[in-house]
Every structure is written in structure tokens, then in C-alpha cells.
């Protein structure tokens, strides 16, 4: 059986479908590359997104030599063994590191060195933000690029070499089937395409059905739509509308939106719409981002219906978000005040407030500022009132 993956691979940037901010000619990471300049890089994005494709195009473009690994299965070993095979060579390696978000500690030690004196070129690919579990020190040596789910043109131009180069045919509602249910994963639309022209050359939606009853984990079907829905949810719950939520709830389930992707946007409205009106709000969202890490569907929709209600029900407040980006308004302006004395390392002249039963009236900032308006709503209302008879 053919590997449509392996055969359809891209082999240069033009060829690289669904990702233009990173592979169109004008893009930042072609023309570093092109140019030989490009630094250590880090991708990150949804499963078939085409971040191992863009690692092994690079090497071919800058031609370096090409090591795979994966992170979880790595040895360090096998890292000194190819750091000491190309010590005098005139020619650096590529060395790419899938699931680089699972390196350990003593791996990215081990890294450091190699990334600091440009012995190598390290990239790194997950399907998460890696910049959450990489060191400072990795960091601040890498550039990082996200890559998105493929969009619904580009997957149906990469069905239609498929078909073309296997000599197969499709109906139309098994290709609007085959298109809608890989959730941007162009990997696991040939892997189907793959296994179902094993058993037909005109594929048809029943056999896609039985290969594939239900839409992959990997996003909401067509162009637009991912990011259409999750706004309609996001505006439902703002306006407390528990039936509309509801619905677009279940239209980012069925289109197979991960339940990680749902609870990460209901965790950002419990802050940003609900905030301290119900500070209860970002407690439960974050739970449910647990939860539903662990559990996955089917059961994890009654709890990211559960966390959908509750942010319904609860008393909206968007003072916080207001507040800090007034805030960072100031400082981008040039608000840059000297602190004073009595609040900097060495305290001097500082009052603790715990020796004046909890509160006492000391200088915090070196010129009025104002950011913060807490509004009358819920709990909100408790804290104003406890911070206006403090204030006077």
C-alpha cells in the first residue's frame, strides 16, 4: 500500500500548502532561510500541519545534513555523537526535535552549548506552545513560529493530487466528508484517503464512514468557520445567552474541536467578561481545562457544558481587562515613574501593613495614576466599597 504522506510530501516552499505566513515568498522564515541566515526555530501547532515538512524543506533550501528525533525517545548520546562527528566540519547538521516540548531538562542542557556557538541548527516541533516548557536560556536563542490548522482550499488542492497521482476518483459528498472531518489535518486526510483506496478506487462516503464514523480531534471544518464559532460562543456568554452558547458549544464539538482549544478560550472570558464580578468563574474554567485534558471526549462536553452555563449565569465585569490595558497603554507611552524609596529592595521607610491590622496609608507610586474602576456588579461591588472606605 502506497504512503500518501511520504509521496506528497512538499520538497520546497512553493510547494508547501496552507501555511503562506511562513512558506509565501515574503514571509520572514523562507527568506531567512533562503538566505542562510535563519537561527534556531521552534514550531508549534495542530497535528498535520506540515511543522516536520517545513524542518526538512529548510534543510534541503540551507543544505544541511538532516537528523529526526523525537523527544521522547531521545538520547543524549546520540546527540554527542553527532556534535562530535561534525566539530571540525565545514558543513553544520540540522537536527530536529519533535514533541520538543516533552525535552528534558538535562537534554536542553545539553543543547545549550551547540545553540550558543551555532555548531548546529536546532529545531524543534509540538503541538503545543513550546515556550511554556523550554528554558530562558532556549529561548532567548530561538525564534518561534505558529503554524494553523489547513485551511479547507488548500486541503481540497491536496486531495485533488492525491487522486490525480493514485489514478482515484471521489464522489462529492464523501470529498466534502473526507475534507470536513480531518479537522485541518492534512496528515489525516491522506492517511484515510490512504486506507480507503486499499479497498475502493472511487471512494465513496460509506466507506469513509466505516474507516472514520466521527470527525478528527483537530478543528472546526471549513475556512473561517474555527474561528467564526468560537467567537459566537465567546458573544454568547458575554450576553448571558445560555441557549445560543449552548448551540455554538456543540457546533465546535461536532466540528471536532479539541475540548483542550474550548476550555483555553473559556479560562481567557472568565477573566476578561466575568473577572472579579465572580472571581469563582476563573476557577471553575481552570478546573475544566484540567478536566477535560484528562478525560476527552465524549464525557468532556458535559463538562465544558457545565463551565458554559455557569460563565452565563454569572455577573460580568471587564474591569480587570480595562484596567491592565490602560495600564500598558501608559507605560508604552513613556509612563515610566521613579519608585519610591520606601517600596524598593531595601525598604526604607516602609510600613507593614500587617502591624497596622492589615492597612495603612503609605506612598506607592512617586505621581497619581489611575487605572482600575471597579464597577457595582456582584462581588465587584464588595470589593469597591472595601477599597473606597479604605481610600476615604
Known amino acids: 500500500m502506497a504512503d500518501f504522506t511520504s509521496l506528497l510530501r512538499p520538497d520546497s516552499f512553493d510547494a508547501i500548502l496552507g501555511q503562506e505566513h511562513l512558506s509565501g515568498a515574503e514571509a520572514s522564515l523562507r527568506r531567512l532561510c533562503e538566505s542562510g541566515h535563519l537561527g534556531h526555530s521552534f514550531f508549534y501547532g495542530p497535528p498535520g500541519s506540515g511543522k516536520t515538512t517545513i524542518a526538512r524543506v529548510i534543510a534541503k533550501v540551507m543544505g544541511l545534513p538532516f537528523y529526526e528525533f523525537n523527544a521522547t ?24 526535535i519533535d514533541e520538543v516540548h516533552r525535552l528534558a531538562k538535562n537534554q536542553q542542557e545539553v543543547l545549550l552549548p551547540v545553540m550558543e556557538n551555532n555548531s548546529v541548527l536546532v529545531i524543534g516541533a509540538s503541538t503545543e506552545n513550546p515556550f511554556f516548557s523550554l528554558t530562558a536560556a532556549m ?14 482550499d488548500a486541503l481540497n488542492a491536496l486531495l485533488d493530487k492525491a487522486l490525480r497521482r493514485e489514478n482515484l476518483s471521489i464522489e462529492e459528498d464523501a470529498r466534502e466528508y473526507m475534507l470536513r472531518s480531518c479537522g485541518g489535518d492534512a496528515r489525516g486526510m491522506l492517511k484515510l484517503l490512504e486506507f480507503t483506496a486499499a479497498l475502493e478506487s472511487n471512494i465513496t ?3 469513509l464512514h466505516s474507516l472514520r464514523p466521527n470527525a478528527q480531534s483537530g478543528g472546526s471544518s471549513e475556512a473561517g468557520v474555527h474561528y467564526d464559532l468560537a467567537s459566537a460562543m465567546i458573544k454568547s456568554i458575554r450576553g448571558s445567552d445560555t441557549d445560543a452558547s449552548i448551540y455554538y458549544l456543540a457546533r465546535l464539538i461536532e466540528g471536532g474541536e479539541p475540548p483542550e482549544f474550548i476550555a483555553r478560550r473559556l479560562v481567557v472570558l472568565a477573566s476578561e467578561d466575568v473577572g472579579n464580578a465572580n472571581p469563582q468563574a476563573l476557577t471553575l474554567c481552570t478546573s475544566t481545562m484540567t478536566s477535560v485534558k484528562m478525560i476527552g471526549y465524549p464525557e468532556s462536553r458535559i463538562i465544558l457544558a457545565q463551565a458554559v452555563i455557569y460563565l452565563c449565569a454569572s455577573p460580568k465585569s471587564n474591569s480587570a481587562y480595562m484596567a491592565i490595558n490602560a495600564a500598558q497603554e501608559a507605560v508604552k507611552n513613556g509612563t515610566l515613574l521613579e519608585i519610591p524609596k520606601n517600596i524598593q529592595q531595601q525598604n526604607e521607610g516602609y510600613l507593614y501593613p500587617h502591624d497596622f491590622g492589615g ?18 456588579i456582584g462581588y465587584e461591588k464588595k470589593m469597591k466599597v472595601w477599597l473606597e472606605a479604605l481610600n476615604g
Open 139 to 152: 529561548r532567548s536563542r530561538s525564534l518561534l513560529f505558529e503554524l494553523k490548522s489547513i485551511n479547507i
Open 73 to 96: 525517545s531521545l538520547k543524549v548520546e546520540q546527540l554527542r555523537k553527532i556534535f562530535d562527528q561534525y566539530k571540525n566540519a565545514l558543513q553544520r547538521p540540522l537536527i530536529f
Open 359 to 376: 492597612w495603612v496609608a503609605q506612598k506607592y507610586l512617586s505621581e497619581p495614576l489611575h487605572f482600575v474602576d471597579l464597577k457595582a
Open 205 to 207: 462516503i460509506e466507506t
